[in-house]
């Protein structure tokens, strides 16, 4: 990766906002947020993700029925999932809750979406947005959000899963990024909270995560 030398770091309500070029790729960038990254997006191919857990998203979305999707992200970012979504299943209409106007502004100056992207994004968080969302609307809900790299509180509540289950088509599916380690006692807590509201649950991470070795990312 290569710093775009002209971006030093603009100030958000979510921190120092950085953008940095891929040197192996022409249309590649890495969003910084606080020297964190938080999302890389290839603006010639938005099907290439370079994060796994986002492949491990993708790998969900390409196994549900073929058509466009109804789907809900609580976390912008950079938007690459409802980029991804956007060229795999043109026509899906898409709605991101971010809370950041500044950090929306500065991606969609920077790194703007492919024409016909269907993706509203509102200006609320999640907690809020998900409360406003009609009754059986989405397809799928993202949630990949993360203020000092861990996901909001309010955001894994039996209070808030319970909004999201309201939210989702009675075939829906709910996916949701966290990062753990240790004795993933996180995950643990809120496989169980899940459980109150959903009837499966499935977790995916790297073996190192979950036995312990290491910390990353794990997806419900």
Same mark, same amino acid.
């Given at each position: 990766?290569?710093?775009?030398?002209?971006?030093?770091?603009?100030? /958000?309500?979510?921190?120092?906002?950085?953008?940095?070029?891929?040197?192996?790729?022409?249309?590649?960038? #890495?969003?910084?947020?606080?020297?964190?990254?938080?999302?890389?997006?290839?603006?010639?191919?938005?099907?290439?993700?370079?994060?796994?857990?986002?492949?491990?998203?993708?790998?969900?979305?390409?196994?549900?029925?073929?058509?466009?999707?109804?789907? /809900?992200?609580?976390?912008?970012?950079?938007?690459?999932?409802?980029?991804?979504?956007?060229?795999?299943?043109?026509?899906?209409?898409?709605?991101?809750?971010?809370?950041?106007?500044?950090?929306?502004? #500065?991606?969609?100056?920077?790194?703007?979406?492919?024409?016909?992207?269907?993706?509203?994004?509102?200006?609320?968080?999640?907690?809020?947005?998900?409360?406003?969302?009609?009754?059986?609307?989405?397809?799928?809900?993202?949630?990949?959000?993360?203020?000092?790299?861990?996901?909001?509180?309010?955001?894994?509540?039996?209070?808030?899963?319970?909004?999201?289950?309201?939210?989702?088509?009675?075939?829906?599916?709910? #996916?949701?990024?966290?990062?753990?380690?240790?004795?993933?006692?996180?995950?643990?807590?809120?496989?169980?909270?899940?459980?109150?509201?959903?009837?499966?649950?499935?977790?995916?991470?790297?073996?190192?995560?979950?036995?312990?070795?290491?910390?990353?990312?794990?997806?419900?």
């Amino acid at each position: 990766m290569l710093a775009d030398q002209g971006d030093p770091g603009e100030g /958000t309500a979510g921190g120092a906002v950085q953008f940095l070029a891929d040197a192996d790729r022409p249309g590649g960038w #890495l969003l910084l947020i606080d020297r964190i990254r938080q999302s890389y997006v290839d603006l010639d191919d938005p099907t290439y993700l370079d994060f796994e857990y986002a492949q491990w998203f993708a790998d969900v979305f390409d196994a549900l029925p073929a058509g466009p999707l109804a789907v /809900t992200h609580v976390g912008g970012g950079a938007c690459t999932l409802a980029r991804y979504v956007g060229a795999t299943r043109p026509g899906s209409t898409q709605i991101v809750l971010e809370p950041d106007e500044q950090l929306t502004a #500065l991606v969609r100056a920077r790194l703007p979406f492919a024409r016909g992207t269907r993706v509203r994004i509102r200006p609320v968080g999640g907690a809020e947005g998900i409360v406003a969302l009609r009754d059986a609307g989405a397809d799928v809900l993202v949630l990949d959000a993360f203020a000092g790299g861990r996901v909001p509180a309010e955001l894994t509540t039996v209070e808030f899963l319970t909004e999201v289950a309201r939210a989702l088509k009675p075939a829906g599916t709910f #996916l949701a990024n966290i990062a753990d380690g240790g004795d993933v006692t996180y995950t643990r807590r809120l496989v169980a909270a899940l459980r109150t509201v959903f009837a499966d649950v499935l977790v995916r991470a790297d073996p190192a995560v979950l036995k312990g070795r290491r910390f990353g990312n794990v997806v419900l």
